[in-house]
């Protein structure tokens, strides 16, 4: 080799060297305290744009699982306000039922007609009173639940038809003749007997009714249960992509810090070789 002092070659070999392990260096480091393999596009160009297309997949579902808990929401409310028609119901039949009865004096009569009004005057309450989230749960305007996953093949909706509820109408469900109990009195025993039938017709009704939303209920629930196991497989799928292996970036880290501090050493050794030439000056 021959002494020159124009120009250190393997000094800039050593540098050259050392820029490349620090780079590296300082990517491992950046993977550790982010926890992610892909912190640039550079990092990973592929497995970005999938991992973000399944994060985009992830987030659309987590937003589709809260809309079917609304509407999950809006068929409980729906489904305990009819219970409590149904106990209003049971209660209109046994004044009724009373006030069928021939031994019924004119002042009770007109006491168990009070009591049906407000009973009617109840059930119309609730017909027009009932909201979920600030809308009323009783029309007959139909709603959908929106489900997706952020592509056109993955989007559906799942539409939630109630009915409006009254006194003169109970029974919203296809294939139902509303019952009307709105014209009914109690104020004589055969007036009585024609508003029982009505009332029964009601229960069967409501009952009809709470089947319906029962079954939208189940429905929700499993589209909400498929959601869950979408984002649980989804997340692990894209966790695979971005997620650091841990105990392979240490071992990259002990091993491109050893490189470091020998590439150190060697730029000075370079660095020192030049001085050699100052003895032929001697």
Known sequence: MSLSILNNVSS????NQLNVTSSSLQKTLLELSSGSRINSGADDAAGLAIADGLQANITALTQSSKNATNGLGLL????????QVTSLLNRAVTIATEAANGGVSTQQASA????????????????????????????????SVYLTDATSAG??????????????????STGLTAANLGSDVLT???????ALGH?????????ADRGTIGAAENRLQSAANVISNQVQNLTAGESAIRSADMGATV??????????????A???QSNSMQQAVLKLLQ
């Open 199 to 207: 009332i029964n017709s009601a229960i069967a009704n409501v009952a």
């Open 251 to 264: 071992s990259a880290m002990s091993q491109e810090s050893i490189l470091e501090q020998t590439g150190i």
């Open 76 to 83: 409980q409310v729906a489904d305990g306000s009819l219970a």
């Open 188 to 194: 004589s025993a055969s007036a009585a007997q024609t």
């Open 266 to 268: 060697a730029l000075q």
């Open 12 to 15: 800039l070999a050593a540098q």
């Open 155 to 172: 989007s559906s909706s799942i539409a939630i038809t109630l009915g409006t509820l009254a006194s003169s109408s109970i029974g919203f």
């Open 112 to 143: 168990l007609n009070a009591e049906f009004t407000s009973i009617k005057a109840e059930i119309d309450r609730i017909g027009s009173n009932t909201t979920y989230n600030g809308t009323q749960v009783f029309t007959a305007t139909a709603s």
